[in-house]
């Protein structure tokens, strides 16, 4: 049995949050634990001040969950009075999985505050909004999956050496030429969709876009997948995108209506307002058919 010199026994069999006597003073536990990896703090000291930018310290930030997983909402603001004035807000929090013991639990808390800290916000409002991009992003964007396994195998090797070839997939992206974890190597751990190739290939084919713009995808059997979706998470990532893009449109399809009945209000008043909310309406319909004809 391994103990940290602060008495926080991490190879205990019994879930993090029973480190201390609740889960916010547990999860203060972890976050401590972390930062005695030099990675580990280069991370958390990024995500406080990103925290801090939001009004709000790490401790609101990590909650306890059922799974561990960044969640981030996106909230659309506009007026009835001014449908086309649209103000976005993001926010994300992290949340970790109660079930897990504390290694593992550290483990996952730097692996999801990469997602946290590192990963672009996304808008699915945008007109440029492409499945194609959202699944390089999700898998081998910044602060995406790939990164976020490659700090998590980081804190392992710098914390727990003697844990990486007994119980992590680490190994898998470990370059020895270079002495370290490679991305590249990563890259293509996360393609390995194994007997999901033709279901992806199918997808893609859907979504209309060929094999070759993903190139790393193979039918060899991987060790990643989305515990969101039960599968590799190329394909977890369309199906993720297909659920956003869904609440898009029903979200404008109702603006749209919002939009309909401000115009129709204003067509007493002066023509060259009513010609600006026809074009303003236009505008909105052309975007919603582009984006949304192809879900219904």
């Not at 800290?117 to 999700?138: A, G, H, L, M």
């Not at 209000?265 to 074009?279: G, L």
Request: with cysteine; hydrophobic share 35%.
């Amino acid at each position: 049995m391994v103990t940290i010199d602060n008495g926080v026994d991490l190879h205990s069999r019994k879930t993090w949050t029973n480190l201390k006597k609740n889960n916010r003073e547990a999860i203060a536990v972890l976050i401590q634990e972390l930062a005695k990896s030099k990675t580990g703090e280069r991370i958390i000291l990024k995500a406080q001040k990103k925290a801090r930018e939001e009004g709000l310290t790490l401790l609101d930030v990590i909650k306890p969950g059922k799974g561990s997983i960044t969640d981030t909402t996106l909230v659309r603001k506009f007026s009835p009075l001014y449908p086309d004035k649209i103000i976005y807000e993001s926010r994300s929090k992290v949340f970790l999985n109660v079930n897990l013991y504390p290694m593992d639990a550290l483990l996952d808390l730097a692996h999801e505050l990469t997602h946290y800290t590192f990963r672009e916000p996304f808008n699915p409002y945008r007109e440029n909004f492409k499945v194609q991009d959202f699944i390089v992003s999700t898998v081998e964007g910044v602060g995406g999956e790939v990164e976020a396994y490659l700090v998590e195998c980081q804190v392992m090797q710098e914390l727990f050496p003697g844990e990486l070839s007994d119980r992590s997939r680490c190994q898998n992206i470990y370059d020895s030429q270079k002495h370290g974890f490679s991305k590249e190597a990563g890259v293509k751990q996360f393609y390995r969709v194994g007997k999901f190739i033709k279901e992806f290939q199918q997808q893609l084919q859907q979504h209309k876009l060929e094999e070759s713009q993903f190139p790393e995808a193979t039918d060899l059997d991987g060790p990643f997948i989305s515990s969101a979706y039960g599968l590799p998470y190329p394909l977890a990532a369309i199906y993720e995108y297909e659920g956003i893009m869904k609440k898009v449109c029903e979200n404008d399809q109702k603006r749209l209506v919002i939009l309909k009945e401000h115009g129709q209000e204003k067509s007493r008043k002066p023509s060259d307002i009513t010609t600006s909310q026809s074009a303003i309406l236009k505008s909105h319909e052309e975007s919603y058919r582009a984006r949304c004809q192809s879900l219904n």
